[in-house]
Nanobody, 127 residues
Framework: QVQVVESGGGLVQPGGSLRLSCVIS????????MGWFRQAPGKEREYVAR????????YYTNSVKGRFTVSRENAKNTVYLQMSSLKPEDTAAYYC????????????????????WGHGTQVTVSS
């Protein structure tokens, strides 16, 4: 049984930082790319970032480039999302999900190519 568990969310002031963690169990973690998504109140869930497998190549949506960094630690079955220079518009529930190795670049944003999802962790950016 695959389990995906996010943690690290909380309340932070604008300009602050947070690091989210996501631990995956029940599959060979190192073989899977991983994605981060977020969902703000009243909005659809949106793609945030993705990290590949062996080379750990990373991809970001434009609104977080230069502020967020996705990384992974295969020995710990964990993927991270380091968030800096946070803005109120970053407020959302953040989710990680397991991707498929064969996914092409144009499909990265689609939830349909991610299979196992966590329950999310809430990030609130407010003064």
């Amino acid at each position: 049984q695959v389990q995906v568990v996010e943690s690290g969310g909380g309340l932070v002031q604008p300009g602050g930082s947070l690091r989210l963690s996501c631990v995956i169990s029940g599959l060979a973690f190192g073989n899977y790319p991983m994605g981060w998504f977020r969902q703000a109140p009243g909005k659809e869930r949106e793609y945030v970032a993705r990290i590949g497998t062996n080379n750990g190549r990373t991809y970001y949506t434009n609104s977080v480039k230069g502020r967020f960094t996705v990384s992974r630690e295969n020995a710990k079955n964990t993927v991270y999302l380091q968030m800096s220079s946070l803005k109120p518009e970053d407020t959302a529930a953040y989710y990680c999900a397991t991707g498929r190795p064969s996914t092409i670049l144009s499909q990265f944003r689609s939830e349909s190519v991610y299979d196992y999802w966590g329950h999310g962790t809430q990030v609130t950016v407010s003064s």
